[in-house]
Every structure is written in C-alpha cells, then in structure tokens.
C-alpha cells in the first residue's frame, strides 16, 4: 500500500498540497517540490527518530520539546543559526514535528529575511488534522498561549503516517480528540468510522489510518478555505474549545489539551440537548466515542464549575463580552450560538454532581 492521498487547500493568492501517506520522509525534496537550501527545525524526541529520513538537508535545529519552549527566546535561538548555516532568501524552513514545531517553525519561516519558503512535515497526530493546515502559526508569552503570530502558508504539508508508530498513547488520544471534533463539525462518515473501529483504533491497518487522517484533514481544510484569516465560519473549529480552554486553565493545564478538548466536546452534546437543538441520545452517543479513545468525559470534582465559567470570559476568542458556543444539531451539523443563559451551562457542568 504505497498510494498516497492528496488534498489541495486553496488561499488568497495560492494554494498547496497535503500529501497523506506511508514512507513520504524520505521524498521530502521531490514531494515538496524544494530545489535550494533547507533547514529543518525539530526536537529532541522527534529529531533523533525521523530527520536522518528526510535525505540531505543543509542543516538540522534542534528544540527542547515542550509547549514550554514555544517563546521568542527559542525563535531568536534559531534565527541566529539560520544565519549561521547561511540559510539566505531562497532557503526553505521544514519544520518536522508536533504543533509546537510547526507554529514555531512556521513564524520563523514568515519572519526571517522578511519571509522564506516553508514546509510542514507534521508527526503527531493533532498536528496532521489541525495545526499544519490553515497557516497560522505563532509563539507563547508569558501572559498566554499564541500571542505573537503571523498568516503563512506552507508550499506544501507531507503527512507521513508511519511516524504515528512511535507516537505515546496519551499524544494519539489528543490528536483523537481533534479527529472526533471534526466528525461532529462536517463529517458523519468519519465519525462513524470511529465508531466502527473501537477500540482498535491504535492498531489500525495503514490504509484505515490513511483516510482516517485525510478525512480529518479534509473538514479543516474545507473550513480554512472558507474562512482564511478566521473571520466567521472557522470559528465552527472551536466546538469544545469554550469549554475545554477554560477547564485546562482552572485545572493549572494539568488537564491537557487533547483532554479539555474531550471534555468540551461532551460538554457541548449534553449543553445541545439540553437547549432541546439535537436527540437526547447525541451526548452518550459523543461520550462512548471518546471513551474508546480513552479520552475523559467527565470534569474532574475538584475543578468547581463555576470557576470554569468565569474563565470562559478570559478566552480571547469570545465576541464582544458574549460568550459563544459551538453546539451541535446533529453529528456533522453545529452552529454557533451566542445567548445560552449561565443556567443551562452550569447546569452541564454540574450534571453528575
Ligand atoms: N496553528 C494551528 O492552527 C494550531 C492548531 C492546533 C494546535 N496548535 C498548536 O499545536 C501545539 C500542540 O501540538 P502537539 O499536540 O503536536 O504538541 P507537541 O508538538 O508538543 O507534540 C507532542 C509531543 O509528542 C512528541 N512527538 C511528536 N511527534 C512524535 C512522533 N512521531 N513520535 C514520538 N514523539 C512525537 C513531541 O516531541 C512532544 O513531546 C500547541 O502549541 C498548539 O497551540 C496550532
Ligand atoms: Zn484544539
């Protein structure tokens, strides 16, 4: 099973490819269409693994791994070594990694020399179906997540599959958390083939693995080219993250990403019939999903709800003082909706209490 499957994602002012497949690495030149200089940004989990594959490079930089390395400091590191190596306009930065290194990599890639060349080549999960399309990317502040970034497109993502292989569990579950957000945003299908699988998921044949990722891909895709610079619908890609956002920073980010996710993503069924917009049955239907995946459901007790609703206001992605959420009317249809009354979102909250 050697075929590839390709996406293209178009944008004002052009377009690019998103090749999904198996063993894609060590065709990084050809697949990406790169003739000069690359430099390929990593870490240090994902580095020692796969950038001897990706065939002759001009240099490799290396990052600590972590969110926490996500910062200017890191940025300004790489800038100089860029120049160090002699990386100059006509260079291409591959960034080769997770999210962090591809929102990382990807504001090197729009900043240095006033811009070059950029390429992802996403190994996590979540960085396949989420990060690596759409073309934002960016660094932390010490005062929040994503508070310096830019717009850039990539000139292509390769999505190799056979790097899930060395993924940790708890990695694949985040990345699931997203997979299963993008069934319920567009894709029935998809969120029926999760479903199906069970818990199978993890030992997945290549092929199922395959459409699984580009099906995911294609909802972010779809919604992307819609919106390019997030104006309306991409905030659909925000269903369980009102939620999820606030109950990570009331947990201190013990609860990770991939898991406030899961817990948004219940959240928002149970708040959708609750609000009488979908079947009563939807909320249980999402939960063993999530489930299967070993991905929470349930807000940890020692979480107060009405710490995790104040913090919703804090969220820099709600309108004007309002809160929004994404809610569902059925797997594949959501809306956002702007008045849901305290009650009803605590009374989510709190439903197990
Ligand atoms: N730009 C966007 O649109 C967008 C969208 C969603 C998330 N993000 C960003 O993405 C980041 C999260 O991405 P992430 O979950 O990939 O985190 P990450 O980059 O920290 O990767 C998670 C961990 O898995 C390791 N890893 C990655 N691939 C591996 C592999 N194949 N084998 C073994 N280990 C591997 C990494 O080294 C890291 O330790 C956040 O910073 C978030 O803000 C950006
Ligand atoms: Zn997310």
């Given amino acids: 099973m050697n075929e ?112 070059v060349a950029f390429v992802q080549c996403p190994t996590s999960l979540l960085a396949m179906v989420d990060a690596s399309v759409g073309g934002k990317t960016g660094v932390d502040l010490p005062e929040g997540k994503n508070l310096v970034g830019a717009f850039k497109q990539p000139t292509a993502v390769l999505a190799d599959i056979t790097t899930l292989q060395t993924l940790p569990p708890t990695e694949f579950a985040a990345g699931m958390a997203e997979v299963i957000k993008h069934g319920l945003i567009s894709n029935p299908r998809l969120f029926a083939q999760i479903e199906d699988e069970g818990r199978r998921l993890r030992s997945m044949s290549p092929a199922r693995l395959q459409t699984l990722v580009s099906e995911a891909i294609r909802v972010k895709r779809d919604v992307v080219q819609e919106d390019p610079f997030e104006h309306g619908r991409r905030a659909l890609l925000n269903l369980g993250h009102t939620f999820g956002h606030a109950i990570e920073q009331v947990s201190g980010y013990r609860v990770a990403h991939g898991q406030g996710v899961a817990l948004g993503l219940a959240a928002a069924a149970h708040l959708s019939a609750r609000l009488g917009y979908c079947d009563p049955a939807l909320p249980a239907r999402v939960e063993a999903v999530l489930r299967q995946v070993d991905l929470p459901t349930r807000i940890p007790a020692n979480l107060p709800a009405e710490a995790i609703y104040r913090a919703m206001f804090s969220d820099k992605k709600k309108a004007g003082g309002r809160l929004r959420f994404v809610l ?15 009650g009803d979102v605590m009374g989510v909250m709190m439903r197990d209490a």
């Fill in 4 to 115: 590839t499957t390709t996406l293209s994602v178009n944008y004002p002012g052009g377009r690019y490819e998103v090749i999904v497949g198996s063993g894609l690495l060590p065709r990084l030149r050809e697949l990406a269409h790169i003739t000069g200089p690359v430099a390929l940004i990593t870490d240090d989990n994902v580095g020692p693994l796969y950038a001897a594959q990706c065939g002759a490079v001009d240099c490799v930089l290396t990052v600590p791994a972590g969110e926490q390395h996500k910062t200017l400091l890191t940025v300004n590191g790489l800038y100089s070594q860029l120049l160090a190596a002699g990386i100059d306009r006509a260079g291409t930065i591959v960034a080769l990694g997770g999210g962090v290194v591809g929102d990382m990599a990807g504001f090197v890639a729009a900043t240095y020399m006033r811009g």
């Fill in 328 to 342: 569902l009317r059925d797997v594949g249809q959501v809306f956002v909706a702007e008045d849901v009354a305290e």
